[in-house]
């Protein structure tokens, strides 16, 4: 399983990022796919995740109303668009997948003027 993430980078407040997530070794359209996020100091915590089809979809209170995950099961790719972005988004952003979790790498993500 290979999970890589792509997308980060700085953006101003107010600001919007697409997250990309580019998954292999799996049948990736089984599997419900999440994105987390960890902020220094603080511990990951669940952003948004969508079910196999694509058609359910759940958000953090923090995000809801400002992110999207959506899924290209032909493409094997994850994305989370982030709009709207606060300095309290600034975080490594990681995409996974459940039972069992794997894990991307990271991209980090720097919210600031």
């Known amino acids: 399983v290979q999970l890589v993430e792509s997308g980060g980078g700085l953006v101003q407040p107010g600001g919007s990022l697409r997250l990309s997530c580019a998954a292999s070794?799996?049948?990736?359209?089984?599997?419900?796919m999440s994105w987390y996020r960890q902020a220094p100091g603080k511990e990951r915590e669940l952003v948004a995740i969508?079910?196999?089809?694509?058609?359910?979809?759940n958000y953090a209170a923090s995000v809801k109303g400002r992110f999207t995950i959506s899924r290209d099961n032909a493409k094997n790719t994850v994305y989370l668009q982030m709009n709207s972005l606060k300095p309290e988004d600034t975080a490594v952003y990681y995409c996974?997948?459940?039972?069992?979790?794997?894990w991307g790498q990271g991209t980090q993500v720097t919210v600031s003027s």
């Open positions: 070794g799996f049948t990736f359209s089984n599997y419900a």
């Open positions: 969508i079910h196999s089809t694509g058609g359910v979809t």
């Open positions: 996974s997948r459940s039972n069992p979790q794997y």
